[in-house]
C-alpha cells in the first residue's frame, strides 16, 4: 500500500538513483543504440505521470482528460514567447500559471463529484479543450499548432546558458525534474498528502472527521494540473512546437496506462516506472511494427488482470516475501507416529 510514514526522508534512495541515471545518459545511450532526445522525452512524461498520480493513485481520482492540462501549457509557453516576448523563466511559469487557472476552473465544476462521473467530466472537458485547440486557428494555430517555439537562453544575471542543443536543453530539464520530484515526494508525505490518502479510502468518513474534502479534492486537481502545464511547456520546447494531438482523449489515455502499469496506486514511484516502460516500448517495439500499441495494450490487459498493482507492486510482494521467509523460523520435521502393535 502507498507509504504513510509521517518522517519521510528528504531525499531518498529511489530519488537519488533516478536523477543519476538520467543525468548519465549523455555518457552511455548513444552505445546502446539510442539517441539523447529518447531521455529527455521519458523524463518529461515521468513528471507529467507523476503529476497525474496526485489525483489517481493518491487521491483515488480518476482524471482521464489530463492531456488538455498537459497541451494547455505547451500552448501557454508557444503563445507566450511567440506574441508576447517572454522569456525562459517568464514563459514557463506562465504556462504553469495558465494551466494551473484551467485546472482551479475545472476543479471547480468537479470537485463534489465521485467515481465515474467525476471521470466521466473529466473527459468532457479535456475534449472540449481538444476541440477548441483545433478549431481556433488564429490563436492556436488549428490542426497545424504552433512551430518555431524557441528555446530561450537560461539567464543566470551573470552568464547566459544556450539552450538549443538537446544535451544543454536536457541538462535544464533535469534541474527542473528533480526539484518538482522532491517537492511532489514532500507533498504526499506531508499532512496534505495524509489527508488525500484519507479521502481516497473514505470520502464520507473523512468528511465526516472534519476535513474539508471539496477543498482537498480542488487543490489537488490544481497542483497535479500545474504539474502536467509544467510538462507540456517542456514539451514545447524539445518539440520546438505544440499541437492539439497532445491533448486529445488517446494521449490522456497514456498517462493513465503508465500509472497504473507502473504501480502508481501503490507507490510513489510507479509513475516512474511506468513512464521508463512505455516509451521504451513505443521506441523497441516501434521499430520493428506499427502495431506496437496493440502489443503494450496486450500487456496492459495483463498486468491489469494478474498483476493490478503493476511492476512496483510486482517489487513489493517479493519484497514482503522474502522478509517473511527471512523471519519465519525453521520448522521441525514432522514424524508420523505409527500405532503400537497389540
Known amino acids: 500500500m502507498l507509504s504513510t510514514t509521517r518522517h519521510a526522508p528528504l531525499a531518498p534512495l529511489p530519488l537519488l538513483i533516478t536523477v543519476a541515471v538520467l543525468a548519465s545518459t549523455p555518457l552511455w545511450l548513444s552505445q546502446v543504440g539510442l539517441y539523447q532526445y529518447l531521455a529527455l522525452e521519458i523524463m518529461i512524461w515521468m513528471l507529467f505521470a507523476l503529476g497525474h498520480n496526485l489525483l489517481l493513485g493518491y487521491g483515488g481520482l480518476p482524471s482521464f482528460g489530463h492531456g488538455a492540462y498537459f497541451g494547455i501549457g505547451a500552448y501557454a509557453f508557444g503563445l507566450l514567447q511567440l506574441r508576447g516576448g517572454a522569456g525562459l523563466v517568464l514563459g514557463v511559469l506562465g504556462a504553469v500559471l495558465i494551466a494551473a487557472l484551467a485546472g482551479a476552473l475545472v476543479g471547480a465544476f468537479i470537485s463534489h463529484r465521485r467515481g465515474i462521473y467525476y ?7 479535456g475534449q472540449l479543450a481538444w476541440f477548441i485547440a483545433g478549431k481556433w486557428h488564429t490563436v492556436t494555430g488549428g490542426e497545424d499548432g504552433l512551430l518555431n517555439i524557441r528555446r530561450p537562453d537560461l539567464s543566470l544575471g551573470f552568464v547566459d546558458i544556450s539552450l538549443k542543443s538537446n544535451e544543454a536543453f536536457f541538462y535544464f530539464a533535469l534541474v527542473v525534474f528533480a526539484l518538482v520530484l522532491a517537492a511532489l515526494w514532500r507533498l504526499v508525505h506531508s499532512p496534505f498528502g495524509r489527508i488525500l490518502r484519507a479521502i481516497k479510502q473514505n470520502e464520507m468518513r473523512a468528511a465526516f472527521v472534519g476535513h474539508p474534502v471539496w477543498l ?29 494531438n497532445v491533448m486529445s482523449l488517446h494521449n490522456s489515455g497514456f498517462v493513465v496506462m503508465m500509472v497504473l502499469i507502473g504501480g502508481g496506486l501503490v507507490s510513489f514511484w510507479g509513475p516512474v516506472i511506468g513512464a521508463l516502460v512505455f516509451i521504451l516500448t513505443r521506441d523497441l517495439l516501434g521499430a520493428y511494427t506499427e502495431t506496437w500499441l496493440l502489443w503494450y495494450g496486450l500487456l496492459f490487459i495483463l498486468v491489469v488482470l494478474f498483476q493490478p498493482d503493476g511492476v512496483a507492486g510486482a517489487w513489493q510482494s517479493w519484497r514482503a516475501r522474502c522478509a517473511a521467509r527471512k523471519h519465519t523460523p525453521p520448522q521441525p520435521n514432522a514424524t508420523l507416529a505409527t500405532p503400537k502393535e497389540t
Open 119 to 125: 471521470a466521466l467530466l473529466t473527459i468532457a472537458f
Open 216 to 244: 482537498y479534492k480542488w487543490l489537488a486537481f490544481i497542483i497535479s494540473t500545474a504539474v502536467a502545464g509544467l510538462a507540456g511547456a517542456l514539451f514545447a520546447m524539445a518539440q520546438q512546437s505544440a499541437y492539439p
